[in-house]
């Protein structure tokens, strides 16, 4: 697949089924990561893969998270449990699911340029899983950035980041369409 028909049939895939992912591909998925542009060559990224079971470390931190949330907003325990289960079975949905976290920069502006290159990074592992006939999905939310799960990551510096939840998988789901503004419409050209 050459780069420009990845990059445009590419969809974010909602719905994987839960066939095993080989390593060796996710290796490849993790690998195109690195190769995203980062200034200063600072490699900011880190990866948390889960597969199998290791995905119930995450569904136990998403599941406290929800605990903690409904607590503060004082919802009755039967609400409380349905929420916490619904969070716990949100870390199964695909097969893997890699928490990408950038790191902080020695300054406020290498800090966002290290957040931008993680982001490209991302970006690569979604174009390499589409390539390798994957489905990915860059998943976040309020959970996702909860303080509770900075703590499971040990991000201890304000301006480590979580970044993306990228769940992998086979997809299970026809092609949707795609919704874009023409790039004309967001385009000023400044020319000579
Ligand atoms: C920073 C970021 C966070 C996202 N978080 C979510 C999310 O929490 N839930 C979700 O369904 N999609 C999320 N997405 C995926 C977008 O919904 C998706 O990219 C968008 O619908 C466009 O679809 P496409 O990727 O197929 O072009 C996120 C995308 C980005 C870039």
Redesign the pocket.
């Known amino acids: 697949m050459n780069v420009f028909d990845a990059i445009t049939t590419?969809?974010?895939v909602?719905r994987v089924t839960q066939e095993t992912v080989p390593r060796e591909i996710i290796e490849r998925i993790l690998e195109s990561a690195i190769h995203a542009p980062n200034h200063k060559i600072t490699e900011p990224w880190r990866f948390h893969v889960f597969t199998g079971k290791g995905r119930g470390e995450l569904a136990k931190a998403r599941a406290e998270v929800a605990r903690i949330i409904a607590g503060e907003e004082k919802e009755d325990e039967e609400l409380i449990k349905g929420r916490i289960s619904r969070e716990r079975k949100k870390a199964f949905r695909a097969p893997v699911v890699v928490a990408v976290i950038s790191k902080a920069g020695r300054d406020e502006v290498e800090t966002i340029e290290n957040y931008a290159a993680c982001?490209a990074a991302v970006q690569n592992m979604q174009l390499a899983a589409h390539s390798l006939g994957l489905g990915a999905?860059?998943?976040?939310?309020p959970v996702?950035y909860h303080e509770h799960m900075r703590e499971f990551f040990a991000l201890d510096d304000e301006g480590d980041k979580i970044v993306?939840y990228l769940y992998v998988g086979y997809p299970d789901l026809s092609e949707?369409k795609?919704r874009r503004e023409p790039v004309e419409n967001m385009t000023t050209w400044r020319e000579g």
């Open positions: 590419r969809r974010s909602g982001s999905m860059w998943r976040t939310g996702a993306a949707t795609r």
